[in-house]
């Protein structure tokens, strides 16, 4: 799954071969063919792979508030867990070049939706606990949730396509003062 990282970095979805993914591993394509039937199989295995690093690193202290818990997966998905190899932000130019390509692929736009809805589920249940605790006032959680979710993915493409380097920053700040705030349970 590296090597498939590197060569996309490197060759880009649209002039990817499966000799480049082999060149990064000092494979032949035939070795690498056992394993996948395609460049298509190979590639829907590795965003498989992206996304399960990035849904299983988000790491909370199990009796953390739920203001905390909250910023926690805003900051895991707006900044990323650090890798040994490859930051962040490498990671998410490869992440959205595939989810650009998704809008003409039905498969792996099911895979993204379904990414999606995991996130914004996550903040929603987050949203809903501290709801219950007292700690957010009544607000629609589903609706919180989706808007979150977007400012994320909104802010990581501002960053990525257009190279406004300060746009998850600039987001984490927006969320804090326009939503974090305004969920604060006021006496």
């Given at each position: 799954?590296?090597?498939?990282?590197?060569?996309?970095?490197?060759?880009?979805?649209?002039?990817?071969?499966?000799?480049?993914?082999?060149?990064?591993?000092?494979?032949?394509r035939?070795v690498?063919?056992?394993?996948?039937?395609?460049?298509?199989d190979l590639?829907?295995?590795?965003?498989?792979?992206?996304?399960?690093?990035?849904?299983?690193?988000?790491?909370?202290e199990?009796?953390?508030?739920?203001?905390?818990?909250?910023?926690?997966?805003?900051?895991?998905?707006?900044?990323?867990?650090?890798?040994?190899?490859?930051?962040?932000?490498?990671?998410?130019?490869?992440?959205?070049?595939?989810?650009?390509?998704?809008?003409?692929?039905?498969?792996?736009?099911?895979?993204?939706?379904?990414?999606?809805?995991?996130?914004?589920?996550?903040?929603?249940?987050?949203?809903?606990?501290g709801?219950?605790?007292?700690?957010?006032?009544?607000?629609?959680?589903?609706?919180?949730?989706?808007?979150?979710?977007?400012?994320?993915?909104?802010?990581?493409?501002?960053?990525?396509?257009?190279?406004?380097?300060?746009?998850?920053?600039?987001?984490?700040?927006?969320?804090?003062?326009?939503?974090?705030?305004s969920?604060?349970?006021?006496?």
């Amino acid at each position: 799954m590296e090597a498939t990282f590197r060569a996309l970095s490197k060759h880009g979805y649209k002039d990817l071969r499966m000799r480049d993914i082999g060149e990064e591993m000092d494979l032949t394509r035939q070795v690498i063919h056992y394993h996948f039937d395609g460049k298509y199989d190979l590639l829907s295995s590795f965003l498989e792979h992206i996304i399960d690093q990035y849904e299983g690193s988000v790491v909370v202290e199990c009796d953390a508030d739920p203001r905390t818990e909250l910023r926690a997966r805003i900051d895991q998905c707006l900044f990323g867990p650090e890798f040994e190899q490859f930051g962040h932000w490498d990671r998410m130019k490869v992440y959205h070049e595939l989810y650009t390509q998704a809008q003409n692929d039905g498969d792996h736009r099911e895979v993204f939706n379904e990414h999606y809805d995991r996130i914004r589920g996550s903040i929603v249940e987050v949203v809903e606990d501290g709801i219950e605790k007292g700690v957010f006032r009544d607000v629609d959680a589903e609706r919180m949730g989706q808007l979150i979710t977007d400012v994320i993915h909104s802010a990581r493409g501002r960053r990525i396509s257009l190279g406004h380097e300060d746009a998850p920053e600039e987001a984490r700040k927006a969320m804090d003062e326009f939503v974090l705030d305004s969920l604060e349970r006021t006496e």
